[in-house]
């Protein structure tokens, strides 16, 4: 039995061994490393993003839990890849090209994680053509672009342009994010989806590969 409150309680205070010996704990008492996932880690990263969202908490403390988040998930995660069905979906993530900000896609990609996704991450200054050899390689559910500055925003337009090109666009959803980016930004260039931060980004995602 998943004691979820004592997996949020360590998992949001970010107290990484405390974190590693509950799920060894919970292992070698006969649970599955999904039903640790699922039932222990998973919940408790939601509360940690839904407090964030509704500014309880703030990107430090979210930062201490996606830490701590990991540390368990290293423990998985070489269970987890034996098995097929357990992670929820796959996503390759990067900043657009000419874009060196990673702050925000770094959080993303530990929220992501701490949800339950697989991803794959490309990285910053990422061109056009890479996103495109990534999504072919890696065939993942969801592409996510992120862009801090106004000058790189147009290079989510060009790779979303350019998926369509390449007949990949009815494969993968895509997803932007970043400080300049809007809403109305994202229906301009025909994303699937914005996200204002990470928390909602992976509300985004589970709702897009949950259709």
Known sequence: MIDKEKFYTILSQGKMDEIKKLTQVALESGESAETILKEGLIPAMDRVGDKFKTCEIFIPEVLIAARAMHAAMAILK?????STSTLAAKIVIGTVKGDLHDIGKNLVIMMLEGGGFEVVDLGVDIPVAKFIE???QHQPQVVG???LLTTTMREMKNTIQ???GAGLRKQVKAII???PVTEKFAKEI??????????????LVKSLVSK
């Open 162 to 164: 350019a998926l369509e």
């Open 134 to 136: 990534a999504i072919k």
């Open 190 to 203: 025909g994303a699937d989806g914005y996200a204002p931060d990470a928390a909602s980004a992976v509300d």
């Open 145 to 147: 672009m992120s862009a």
């Open 78 to 82: 070489p269970i987890l890849s034996k």
């Open 177 to 179: 994010g970043g400080a």
